[in-house]
């Protein structure tokens, strides 16, 4: 079974700090990883893709991929009480030779003022 | 530019009953995908169209089914609904080049919110 595994939190951190967000998957192969931001009845909405090892920065968004170890992260800094949502992890991974991203559960962020 | 419509918003079935859900992709995409969200879940891959045909499919029992029509569009069909298919049905987009890249970046609908009684 092919898995993406995140905290499901809540992750508390008061405003103007960095929140750091982290993710595990479970497929080797896998070449594409994307954030997703998910307000509370609302649908996700993507805010970072990464698809090499390193750092990718955007705005006050950062994330970081390391194949070797299997995991992916997202930072953010001076959070604000707007970024207060659910973060999801997804893993582009293939199944009989075609791509689906695969979720994890989410993270909870709340960024308090 | 529409992004990804879906209906309806939402609904109210009871067990048994059969539900039918919609979808339009973005302008310019023509690859379909379904997705379940429980509450306090990710969600979770049902199936993939592409060229109006089920190229994917997901951990899905056969009560979960779906069309693609020659304009991109999408239905889901969930027969003989159980309070467990209770979720919010989302529908995603994309375009089948950027799938083979690796790219796959997903494009999400508002969603179906399915309430089973």
């Known amino acids: 079974q092919k898995e993406v595994e995140q905290n499901s939190g809540p992750l508390s951190v008061p405003e103007g700090a960095i929140a750091s967000l982290n993710c595990t998957y479970s497929d080797r192969g896998s070449q594409s990883f994307f954030w997703y931001r998910q307000y509370s009845g609302k649908s996700p909405e993507l805010i970072m893709s990464?698809?090499?090892?390193g750092d990718k920065e955007d705005g006050r968004f950062t994330a970081q991929l390391n194949k070797a170890s299997q995991y992916v992260s997202l930072l953010i800094r001076d959070s604000q009480p707007s970024d207060s949502a659910t973060y999801l992890c997804a893993v582009n991974m293939k199944n009989s030779g075609y791509s689906t991203l695969t979720f994890g559960k989410g993270t909870m962020l709340l960024v308090s003022p | 530019d529409a992004g990804v419509t879906q209906s309806p918003t939402h609904l109210i079935k009871t067990r048994g009953q059969q539900v039918t859900l919609r979808c339009s992709p973005k302008?310019?995409?023509?690859?379909v995908s379904w997705y379940q969200q429980a509450l306090g879940q990710g969600p979770q891959f049902i199936f993939q169209y592409y060229e109006e045909e089920e190229r994917q499919r997901g951990n899905f029992p056969d009560r979960f089914s779906g069309h693609q029509f020659p304009n991109y569009s999408s239905e889901l069909n969930v027969n003989a609904l159980l309070l467990g298919d209770s979720a919010l049905y989302l529908c995603a987009s994309s375009w089948n080049g950027a799938l083979h890249s690796g790219a796959n970046v997903l494009t999400f609908g508002a969603g179906s919110r399915l309430t089973v009684l």
């Open positions: 302008s310019g995409h023509d690859t």
């Open positions: 990464i698809y090499s090892n």
